[in-house]
């Protein structure tokens, strides 16, 4: 196996440096269309930057987990992003593993951070465990179904091979599979990435929240690491919606010029698909606690369909 | 005596039924009638009010009269609607055994009040289902504030008292989650206990008064005219209601009338004080189940009511608007000009956000069925206002015995049953509507004339009873006047005291993450509660 080093780089510099400007847009653009002028699209750099500055405090109460968790969380949004091919065809990581061990590390990453918030044994931080693996229980096998749809088309579980396969002629973009699997993936993403109307990633209230539960007894340079590790993980989902289902302008070497287009092309499906999640958010309130493994059954039912009609429309 | 026709009846009933164990019966207004009885009476006069004339207990209060008869004197106030009245039972209790039969048994709406009776007079209760420390934190000293001989500027050692045991839930799988006092937005400080298995809670326990000021007891060390000030600080949201309603107090005790142009100008600010709160409850309550857009919105009308108000009166809450004996400032032709601007404005504005929330099918089905408090529970709780009202709980002292401007303009009270989130949200939308119509009304009605009438030094011992529909339920302030223009007591009554306990009825059942909004729909004041 022979690891092409300056494609690991670049695709790393990538995930860290456009994650924040992802998130700092989605609030932005929330912001605007709520007749609010908003933060500017910078301000995770910003934020980034002062909890890197600012000091800890850690509970005295709180074992290795938690001192160990942001470096996993951030380290295994890393490795999953760079599984995916982003701008070009080919993923730097892309011999090893393919979907599951993709799953299998953004799994790994959740692990540890229910047990983080499990760990310093305050009031919201086992609430928000409990209810992370309970969705994570739903989304999870609705996210694998999903790309198998696609990997069974392609006839290959690895990302850059499906990536590959579809830039051959006779792939199908609009395939009634790839449909079902892209709304399935679509509604895995809003899950997994604390979105409205499954969890609010603004609100100031303890008792609603799932992923931030688990963050708040973080400061400093973990909450960093943490806050730095879920924008990863948001822009590695979008990139996976973006390329998998829709397949264009990826660069297919490593010329400035390939490379450049192959850029364009990647923020302008991102940018997309921020603005169907910002629409998404802006016109539904959060469903109520019970009522969201009903809409990841509805995510885990079509990718379902997705890959039993893969074999009846073959 | 002076007493209202519909009164009169009960009256004569009373008498008849507990003959010479009822001493002494006054009425220094026609709607406020006084029944001395014995300390035995309390529970029956009161419970035969309750049940048979479906009188609602409005308040429970003491007074420390033990320099002139050597008694505390209780005061039960009871609100009877269909009467248009108000009858107030008091009872002596020896000030060398300071015991009182708890009612809270029958009448459960009396809990609270007779817990703060016991910790701020030191009046032992009896028979009280949980007479445990309310008002003052288990860990004070033996001390009892309101007590005469209590100085305000007392120096307390240090809290050295037990701490509060909180009740806890046993069982399998059950799990206790303490949150606050101190909370992450910015409010006040509250604690609550929930004990729940899995996500479903099965037993809140409220704990507040962590801000207890002794208010009551600044009343008595203030002269009249400077009271005023303090009741208005008693609740930021309420301020025009609580400064109105001890407005109305000391005016009933002077015997004096505002002229109609006050009333007029005072109903348009206490219409403005529901427009604002109401509206900016409608935008936290979508907050709080993530729809922020209707939010932002009526952020958005709120702010512009709050500048309408600085134009009007200089002050964004409406602050300094109120004196005894009419209003301080009056509006010309222009502020009513900006006054009229806004309603229209608003009105429209408000429907295209009504319709925003209506048409929103998950707004919806966050807020029905969630937080239910039984028609049932409400009046046993004696829960007031919006809450009640929501609760097919019908009462509204604007309609029932009106005060002010609210007898000249036509009005309806919107009152549903459902008694959940939607229903409280509901009745707050129908009120901002009624409260477009009763503003225009009372801007065409507008009587010309002067604003004030002089109050000159208010007459000492003498008793009565102000009241104010607020946004958030009735207020009263109870006053007993003393020589030198000040006050031997004033007591008082506002909303969130008597809701907060409904808060943990209508928790029951339904999950920790439901609970933000639960609680945004009765948005009780901790300042109110805690005084």
Redesign the interface.
């Given at each position: 196996m022979k690891l092409d080093l300056p494609a690991i780089v670049a695709q790393t510099a990538l995930l860290l440096l456009l994650s924040p400007l992802l998130s700092g847009l989605i609030k932005n653009w929330k912001a605007k269309l709520q007749n609010r002028r908003g933060a500017r699209v910078w301000q995770p750099y910003f934020d980034l930057a002062k909890f890197l500055r600012k000091d800890m405090v850690v509970s005295e109460h709180a074992s290795w987990i938690f001192n160990f968790t942001p470096y996993v969380l951030l380290l295994t949004a890393l490795t999953a992003g760079l599984m995916v091919p982003m701008v070009t065809a080919q993923a730097p990581l892309g011999l090893f593993g393919g979907v599951l061990a993709l799953v299998g590390m953004l799994a790994l990453g959740r692990f540890f951070m229910a047990l983080a918030g499990l760990d310093p044994a305050t009031t919201f931080g086992g609430m928000g465990s409990s209810r992370e693996m309970t969705i994570a229980a739903i989304a999870e096998p609705a996210m694998m179904m999903a790309i198998f749809t696609v990997a069974i088309t392609a006839g290959s579980t690895n990302l850059g091979q499906i990536v590959l396969a579809s830039q051959r002629p006779g792939w199908e973009f609009f395939d009634p599979a790839h449909a079902l699997a892209f709304a399935a993936m679509f509604i895995v993403l809003l899950a997994e990435t604390g979105r409205i109307p499954v969890d609010n990633p603004a609100t100031h209230l303890e008792l609603t929240m799932i992923h931030e539960a688990m963050l708040l007894e973080y400061s400093g340079r973990y909450l960093a690491f943490m806050e730095w590790g879920a924008a990863i993980k948001q822009l590695v989902l979008m990139a996976l919606l973006a390329n998998l289902f829709f397949p264009l302008g990826l660069a297919a070497d490593a010329t400035p010029a390939a490379l450049g287009l192959g850029l364009l092309w990647f923020a302008g499906k991102l940018l997309a698909l921020a603005a169907a999640v910002v629409l998404v958010e802006f016109t539904n309130a959060k469903l109520r606690l019970f009522r969201v493994p009903d809409l990841l059954s509805a995510a885990f039912i079509l990718a379902t369909l997705a890959l039993v009609s893969t074999f009846l429309f073959r | 005596m002076n007493l209202l026709p519909s009164l009169r009846p009960i009256l004569d009933e009373l008498t008849q039924r507990f003959g010479a164990q009822i001493e002494h019966a006054h009425a220094p207004q026609p709607n406020e009638l006084y029944l001395h009885a014995k300390l035995e009476l309390a529970g029956a006069l009161c419970s035969t009010l309750y049940r048979k004339h479906q009188g609602r207990l409005a308040g429970v209060f003491a007074e420390d009269a033990r320099a002139g008869q050597n008694v505390f004197f209780v005061y039960y106030l009871l609100a009877l609607d269909a009467a248009h009245g108000f009858v107030l039972v008091r009872v002596p209790i020896p000030a060398d055994q300071p015991e009182l039969n708890s009612v809270t048994n029958a009448i459960p709406a009396a809990n609270w009040q007779e817990r703060e009776i016991q910790d701020l007079f030191g009046i032992r209760l009896v028979g009280h289902p949980n007479p445990r420390r309310c008002a003052l934190h288990d860990d004070w000293p033996e001390v009892y504030p309101l007590r005469k001989d209590f100085d305000l500027h007392s120096q307390l050692p240090p809290f050295m008292g037990e701490r509060h045991k909180f009740r806890e839930v046993e069982g399998e799988g059950v799990f206790q989650?303490?949150?606050g006092p101190v909370h992450?937005?910015i409010i006040e400080p509250g604690h609550f206990l929930f004990s729940v298995a899995?996500?479903p809670v099965l037993y809140l326990q409220l704990r507040m008064f962590y801000v207890h000021k002794g208010i009551e007891k600044l009343f008595e060390s203030l002269p009249i005219p400077h009271c005023v000030r303090l009741a208005e600080s008693i609740s930021g949201d309420s301020s025009v209601a609580h400064a109105t309603a001890f407005c109305h107090a000391v005016e009933r005790a002077a015997g004096v009338e505002p002229p109609p142009r006050a009333r007029a100008l005072r109903t348009i600010c206490l219409e403005l004080e529901r427009l604002y709160n109401h509206i900016a409850d409608i935008g936290a309550i979508?907050t709080?189940?993530?729809?922020?857009?209707a939010h932002?919105?009526a952020m958005?009308l709120k702010e512009r009511i709050l500048r309408v108000n600085e134009e009007l009166t200089g002050n964004r809450l409406l602050r300094g608007m109120a004196c005894p004996g009419g209003v301080r400032f009056d509006f010309d032709a222009g502020q009513l000009r900006a006054l009229a601007q806004l309603v229209d404005e608003l009105e429209r504005q408000f429907n295209d956000l009504s319709e925003l929330t209506r048409g929103?099918s998950?707004?919806r089905?966050?807020l029905e069925t969630?937080g239910v408090l039984t028609p049932k529970v409400a009046r046993d709780l004696g829960v007031v206002g919006i809450a009640g009202r929501a609760s097919g709980f019908d009462h509204d002292l604007r309609r029932d015995v009106p005060h002010d401007f609210y007898d000249q303009v036509q009005f309806t009270v919107p009152v549903l049953t459902g008694g959940d989130v939607q229903c409280r949200f509901d009745v707050r939308r129908d009120e901002v509507v009624q409260s477009f119509a009763i503003l225009r009304q009372v801007m065409a009605k507008l009587p010309a004339g002067p604003i004030a009438v002089p109050l000159g030094e208010v007459p000492a011992d003498r008793v009565a009873l102000g009241y104010v529909e607020g946004w958030r339920g009735e207020i009263f302030h109870w006053i007993h006047t003393a020589p030198g223009n000040r006050l031997a007591r004033c007591k008082v009554k506002d909303p969130s005291l008597q809701n907060w306990p409904a808060l943990s009825e209508a928790i029951l059942g339904n999950?920790?993450?439901?609970?933000?909004v639960v609680n945004k729909s009765f948005n009780l004041s901790y300042s109110g509660t805690d005084r």
């Open positions: - | 989650v303490p949150v992450a937005g899995g996500e979508c709080d189940v993530a729809f922020v857009t932002m919105h958005r929103n998950g707004l089905d966050r969630t999950i920790i993450p439901d609970f933000p």
